[in-house]
């Protein structure tokens, strides 16, 4: 099993609707999380980081962990054409750089 | 300069020639990394650097060596080119070290190895 693994995608999402975006996780140490988003031929840039179980809301955006389960989700209110890019989950490395995994991403397409 | 600069934009390399990627920040971060990206793959860590002076191996070094001299600067070199190291290479920094705060990326080189 991979250490983070996300659905590919492409996940297509009507406008205005809700996106919802999953990552499971191996490492049962790995305390907090981040998601980032990549635009086509772009660097990737933190959008959302959560840190304890439970929800963390930001606009339009939260974020959702559970450690019992092994798995984070982002969820995208209220979905805009701008949303349209790759999500990639990632662990810290807590202890280590050397630890850093980011999952695969997942590619998310907002229709008008 | 503003954030992470990366040079250059794009390069074609012929396989076998030594190659440096350069990498600037001026947000006096002391973590900064260097990851490559592979469609299908995601992003993989090459090598870090907690602080100047130090360096460490991340899921794929081979291939490749890096250095700090300074807190700004972490250029990446291959020393003989392969065309599997055909990839787009982003540079990362981070305010703390151990990978615990968030990265910033800069805007990455795109490399192709003939």
């Known amino acids: 099993q991979k250490e983070v693994e996300q659905n590919s995608g492409p996940l297509s999402v009507p406008e205005g609707a809700i996106a919802s975006l999953n990552c499971t996780y191996s490492d049962r140490g790995s305390q907090s999380f981040f998601w980032y988003r990549q635009y086509s031929g772009k660097s990737p840039e933190l959008i959302m980081s959560?840190?304890?179980?439970g929800d963390k809301e930001d606009g339009r955006f939260t974020a959702q962990l559970n450690k019992a389960s092994q798995y984070v989700s982002l969820l995208i209110r209220d979905s805009q054409p701008s949303d349209s890019a790759t999500y990639l989950c990632a662990p810290p490395g807590y202890s280590s750089a050397s630890k850093i995994i980011f999952g695969s991403g997942t590619r998310l397409s907002i229709r008008p | 300069i503003a954030g992470i600069t990366q040079a250059p934009t794009s390069q074609i390399l012929a396989a076998g020639r030594r190659m440096t990627l350069r990498c600037t920040q001026d947000m006096r971060h002391n973590a900064m990394y260097w990851y490559r990206q592979d469609l299908g793959l995601g992003l993989r860590l090459i090598h870090y650097?907690?602080?100047?002076?130090?360096?460490g191996k991340g899921e794929v070094p081979d291939g490749y060596s890096v250095s700090r001299a300074n807190t700004d600067d972490f250029p990446l070199t291959l020393a003989s080119a392969v065309p599997s190291q055909t990839s787009v290479y982003f540079c990362?920094?981070?305010?703390?070290?151990?990978?615990?705060?968030?990265?910033?990326f800069g805007p990455g080189t795109r490399l192709t190895v003939l």
């Open positions: 959560i840190y304890s179980n």
């Open positions: 650097s907690n602080t100047a002076g130090t360096t």
């Open positions: 990362a920094s981070s305010e703390g070290s151990g990978g615990t705060d968030t990265q910033y």
